[in-house]
């Protein structure tokens, strides 16, 4: 992943010489699911939040673990990537979110070796969707959506759980994301919403190296990458 050596600020998004750093986050930041699972959302009264109907800059993150050895009994990085993803809510503090699936239906999709197309709730309490939009053996994604019941999520993108190999045989397990707010009331808002987000991913950095070393593995964190980059300069490239 590239270095990002600042965050910016989120009013005044700082680009210049950060900027050929956008094409890291290329592939999230043009990401549009399968039309197969488009088609599920219509048919469940749901829509996808598309990046460029959202308001404000676009923030993307980068959030990894260094990973030298792999914990007991986990014998592949696929087998610990799909750990990661059926126990998310065992390594993320409970305070900031909780990952559920909508239905019974999405329930057994999540948890299957092809969870694409399921469907779950970042709050239960909100009841707010979002979409397992594509998922194999190094990475799997969610996209947030909206409902014909005015929910909404607060934020509009893609964001990814992955690894990849490093030169030192290791590996290094992420999340990373392209995201805006979805709402033009949120706007004044987004300081503290990606205030939320930073400290949710920071504790999944966390929560997986604890999950990692008290296994008899050997992880690290590595420093968050965060940068907030004018929509307009992104749209343009």
């Known amino acids: 992943m ?5 965050s910016g600020d989120i009013d005044g998004c700082r680009s210049g010489a950060m900027e050929p750093d956008v094409g890291a986050w290329f592939d999230l930041l043009s990401f549009v699911p399968k039309y197969v699972h488009l088609r599920t959302l219509t048919r469940r009264g749901a829509r996808l939040l598309a ?3 959202a308001h404000g800059p676009v923030t993307l993150d980068y959030f990894a673990v260094r990973v030298y050895r792999l914990p007991r009994g986990t014998a592949t990085p696929e087998t610990l990537l799909r750990q990661v993803r059926l126990e998310l809510n065992e390594l993320i503090n409970p305070r900031f979110a909780k990952f559920q699936p909508v239905t019974a239906h999405d329930e057994r999709r999540w948890r299957s070796r092809a969870p694409s197309g399921a469907l779950l709730h970042m709050d ?3 009841e707010v969707p979002l979409l397992c939009s594509q998922a194999n053996k190094s990475h799997w994604r969610l ?3 909206s409902t014909r019941a005015g929910q909404i999520h607060l ?3 893609n ?3 992955g690894f990849a190999e490093t030169d030192d045989n290791g590996w290094v397990f992420y999340t990373r994301g392209a995201e805006r707010v979805s709402e033009i009331g949120d706007v004044p808002w987004q300081r503290l919403i ?3 987000t930073r400290h949710l991913w920071g504790s999944f950095q966390r929560g997986l190296e604890h999950s990692i070393n008290s296994r008899g593995g050997q992880a690290l964190v590595e420093a968050p990458e965060i940068y907030h980059h004018p929509w307009s300069e992104v749209a343009a490239t």
């Open 143 to 145: 996209s947030t959506v």
């Open 194 to 196: 990606f205030e939320g």
């Open 51 to 53: 990046l460029d109907e």
């Open 2 to 6: 590239v270095e990002l050596r600042a």
């Open 155 to 157: 934020l509009s993108g």
């Open 124 to 126: 239960p309490t909100q």
């Open 159 to 161: 964001r990814e759980w």
